[in-house]
Nanobody
Framework: QVYLVEFGGGLVQPGGSLTLSCAAS????????LGWYRQSPGKERELVAT???????NYSDSVKGRVTISRDNAKNRVYLQMNGLKPEDTAVYYC????????????WGQGTQVTVSS
């Protein structure tokens, strides 16, 4: 079992910045992918960014250039630095860990609300 806890959500004005953190604990495999997803009311959950344990990143086109994902493997933490926030970035942001072995297994955090509004 893996446990994920997100930190850092809140209210921010358009154009502002916010950093989300996620702490992972439990049975974390050496080969894994940590990432951030988001879900707005009435919409499906969507990818924001992911990062493998060896540093390969993937970003959604909607956030490229405004968002940076990073991770600290020693602390089992992943971060999402968001700049130039827009009202359409408003969503619940979820941390996800995918353990990769013979069959990938996904674990999700509870989510943290990010609201971009003046």
């Amino acid at each position: 079992q893996v446990y994920l806890v997100e930190f850092g959500g809140g209210l921010v004005q358009p154009g502002g910045s916010l950093t989300l953190s996620c702490a992972a604990s439990g049975s974390i495999f050496s080969t894994n992918v940590l990432g951030w997803y988001r879900q707005s009311p009435g919409k499906e959950r969507e990818l924001v960014a992911t990062m493998t344990n060896d540093g390969i990143t993937n970003y959604s086109d909607s956030v490229k250039g405004r968002v940076t994902i990073s991770r600290d493997n020693a602390k089992n933490r992943v971060y999402l630095q968001m700049n130039g926030l827009k009202p359409e970035d408003t969503a619940v942001y979820y941390c996800k860990l995918r353990n990769i072995f013979t069959v990938p297994v996904d674990y999700w955090g509870q989510g943290t609300q990010v609201t971009v509004s003046s």
